[in-house]
């Protein structure tokens, strides 16, 4: 018999987002997941995704084509703006603009036309590089959109954004994804990642990926150049 507890899942190929596969299949959803080719700078992450996706069993993967990098302002869709690999102050220039707010929002139309009323998206405030869109106040106002701007949420069968790993460490975060057979191989966090997906070892997501690995007492299997 289909699951009809349905869950769409935003999947990069990072750590964060395939915990959270896991984290879903463990509560019984029938898991949807949806990746972005939205202009990055490698496509590494679009491989890692597709293999986390059959790892951990998903009913369907889906990969949609999107041109942020046509707009630019980010070091992740513009090669001319260099990653950067020091710690600094504000909001680094890695910011997508609106990237988790377009995001969600193509996965708000799959989820209606699956009938599925729960996304999930692995946004964290702890241990992060401060993005906007990934705080608390995001993902609450994002959910009361999804109820305002659908047939759905309308007649009365609303949406819930899930953000499962919003306040764990990334230490946390390896602990509860290793628990669930999460395969931390697979994936690639590294923004400038080459195109065997090994990372660099020095950007922000290395950074705190590592950190999450050591604090956990978890080995690391993260491959870097």
């Known amino acids: 018999m289909m699951n009809d507890k349905k869950a769409v899942i935003l999947l990069s190929g990072g750590l964060d987002s395939a915990t959270v596969v896991a984290m879903a299949k463990a509560e019984g959803y029938a898991c949807y997941s949806m ?17 986390v996706a059959r790892q ?3 009913v369907a993967h889906k ?25 600094g102050e504000g909001i680094p220039v890695t910011y ?23 996304i999930f998206i692995g946004v964290n405030a702890v241990d992060y590089s ?15 959109l999804a109820n305002l701007a659908t047939k759905a949420g309308v007649e009365g069968e609303g949406f819930r954004i899930q953000a499962p790993l919003q306040h764990m460490s990334k230490a946390d975060i390896v602990q509860a994804g290793v628990r669930l057979g999460v395969d931390y191989g697979l994936t690639v966090s590294c923004y400038q990642a080459d195109a065997q997906g090994r990372g660099c070892g020095r950007c922000d997501s290395c950074r705190l990926r590592a950190a999450g690995f050591a604090a956990a007492g978890v080995a690391d299997p993260t491959r870097y150049c």
């Open 63 to 87: 990969v949609i084509g999107l041109d942020l990098d046509g707009m630019g302002g980010s070091a992740l869709t513009d090669n001319a703006i260099a990653v950067p690999e020091t710690p």
């Open 56 to 58: 951990l069993g998903v």
């Open 130 to 144: 401060g993005y906007p869109d990934c705080r608390p106040e995001f993902i609450e106002a994002f959910e009361r």
């Open 96 to 118: 997508v603009p609106a990237r988790n707010t377009v995001f969600l929002s193509l996965a708000l139309g799959w989820a209606e036309v699956l009938g599925a009323r729960d």
């Open 35 to 51: 990746s972005f080719d939205y202009g990055q700078r490698h496509r590494a992450e679009l491989q890692a995704a597709e293999q």
